[in-house]
């Protein structure tokens, strides 16, 4: 037996984006995979998940050969045929449909299943060159950056690295114990150094386990704690004044915004007690070298937008961003500045073209024509990288429109998973470790580059290989790009960083991308043209920023940093508010084919306050029944004290068919576009729940 070791990089949707050292055991199959201990961000620590790949690369249900319909859609029969008869079929009925429709009736859809930037990002180029549907890409990370953005100018945040020279650290809507765990590493350096940990979530999580403090809060109220907490460092002056007059827009009408926002008004729409409040402000005001890990989750609310720009005010109030170890962190996304024309096409895009929201995708294939833009309806679909029946919120419509018999589903993917169930063609997918790509790390300041170490196993091939052949078939003039294989299309890119750029990745298969002359991008103001700190957000210059699609008036929008009062509230119909918290084992809809996730998981759960489930008569372990007016899913009730009365917690995403009548938890989620520029409030969610009778 040889046993060879190899760097790789972990391809998931996780901002750590691990390092990773692969054992491969005779050229042919994964052994251990640890987390790099060179590379000072992961410093040998990576999930169990991914530590446990060789279940899922050498699982026995991995797709290993194009397959095509040969029942009714959904019915499961089907036809084993060639790549090259799937290619031309597929393509044939592209053109056929283009013809009839147009070509904006055709929608190649994906997401981040994997994050290197030529297999997720490639399908754009067939995109523009086709002048096919475009994607507003809604799921997952648009609110936290327009959150963020509108105070800073850019998303970008002190390095994760300096976290060990904090005296405070705030973590705040991420339950990185299960969704990042380098986080964890990081912040018990600090720890061990002396820091205090204070975790901000709506239940009592693992992370919080780890923490000083734990403030458990209600569902969306995060912008009442942030500013009664301004309020207390005003009040008691402990805000930096002297910053704020030199890098921040604080003004007078700001001050008397927050005059009436008490710790009182806090713990009333928080829930928490007013001393929690008192304590968590002054431990803030007294140190000021404090780090704010601003997460996904608390922009998942209605109020996500608001929320985030009112937690990362706080760290502007008290200069927090002079310190080494200070200031706020959500991601990096926007430091990179990467030219992905290549990948990408944008030579080739046509303005005209419509943008369809994801998030709606159920209205979409369902006929709405407020989210089909008044054009076309969608007639064909490519799917890869991800899976929409499970990840989607309004699943029910989402399933409608997918059984669409006159929607042509062609899904590319590494399982059967339920979306590639519905599909005309499977083709099966390679996986990280048996194609060539790139990352950057939105949690962390560094590009890898991650070579093939396996051939891939039955006709498994990848997204690139995919695009580029229904290319030649589509009638594509530009062929120059559509014939370019992973590595050409990947140094291509990173040559546009300059020669020794590109010349250092190729040598050490990684680039450092932080900026060492600076303790944080913001040390000389922020990337507005007066380079201050926006406490009152313009939402409109954000419009500048990305293509976005504005939901709503600006001028409802709150004017200064707030507490936007608009979540799904609980009434008498539906006196619960329920949230989807990401469960360990399971990342997204990944990983619930390995024996060891399932293992860990169990039963799709629900958590329920002792209190709540006493007057429902509803004990440990009944199933019980939970609805609104998209949907109803049933799961087993779990008795937990760790959160708020009136509050449900079903850490997600269990697939669909692990629930009793096939019913997953996104029944429950809506798809509403929040304010102002869209993405979906997975957490944010009014339901009435009963004891489950068969
Ligand atoms: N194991 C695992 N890892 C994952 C994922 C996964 O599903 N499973 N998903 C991956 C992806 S795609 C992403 S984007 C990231 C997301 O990672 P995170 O940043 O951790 O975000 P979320 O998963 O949305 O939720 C994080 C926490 O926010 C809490 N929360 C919900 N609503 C509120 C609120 O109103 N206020 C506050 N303070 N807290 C709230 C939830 O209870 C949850 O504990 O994780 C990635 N990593
Ligand atoms: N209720 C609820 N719903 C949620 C969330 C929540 O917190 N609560 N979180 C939301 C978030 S943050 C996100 S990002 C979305 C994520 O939703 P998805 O992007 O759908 O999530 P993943 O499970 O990461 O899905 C990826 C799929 O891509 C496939 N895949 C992986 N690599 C490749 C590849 O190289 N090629 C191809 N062709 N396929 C590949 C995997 O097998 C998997 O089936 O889900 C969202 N849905
Ligand atoms: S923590 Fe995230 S990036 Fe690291 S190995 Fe696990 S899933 Fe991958
Ligand atoms: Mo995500």
New binding site residues.
Partial sequence: MTVSVFNSVC???CPSTCALEVEIINNNRVGRIRGAKNDPYTAGVICEKVARYKERIHHPDRLLYPLKRAGNKGEGKWEKVSWEDALDEIAEKFLQIEKEFGAESIWPYN????M?HV?RDNIQRLRNAKNYSNQYGT??SLIGWGGYVVGTGKLAGTNPLYMSKADLIIIWGTNAVNTQINLITHAMRAKKNGAKIIVIDIYATDTMKQADIGLIIRPGSDGALALATMHILLRDDLADRKYMAKYTDFDEDFAQHLADKTAKWAANITGLKEEQIEKFASLIGQNKKSYFRLG?GFT?QKNGYTNMHAALSIPAMIGAWQYEGGGAFHTNSDIWGLDKSIIEGDNLASKNVRSLDMCELGLILTGDKKALKNGPPVKAMLV?????I????EQGLVRKGLLRDDLFLVV????M?ETAQLADFVLP????LE?DDFYTRSGHSRIIYAKKLLNAPGEAK??LFVINELAKRLNIVDKEYFSKNENEMIFATLKMLGDEKEQQIRKNSFLEYEDKSKINPFIDGFAWPDKKFRFKPIWADLLKKKKLQQNIDFAKMPKFADYFNINELADNEHPFRLA???ARSY????FTETPTSQKREGEPSLLIHPEDARELNICDNDLVLIGNRRGEVILEAKIFAGLQRGILIAE??HPNIAHKKNKG??ML?SSAPIPPFGGAA??DCAVWIRKYEE
């Avoid at 590319?412 to 399982?415: D, G, I, K, Y």
């Fill in positions: 391809p998931h949707d997401y981040a299943g994997t290197g297999q799921i997952c996904y998942r890869q990288n991800t899976n929409p499970v990840v989607n919120p590319h993917e590494q399982f998973t997918a390679t996986m990280f194609h990848s997204n989807t918290s990401p990342l997204n809809s990944s997600s995403l938890i996104n989620t997975f957490h």
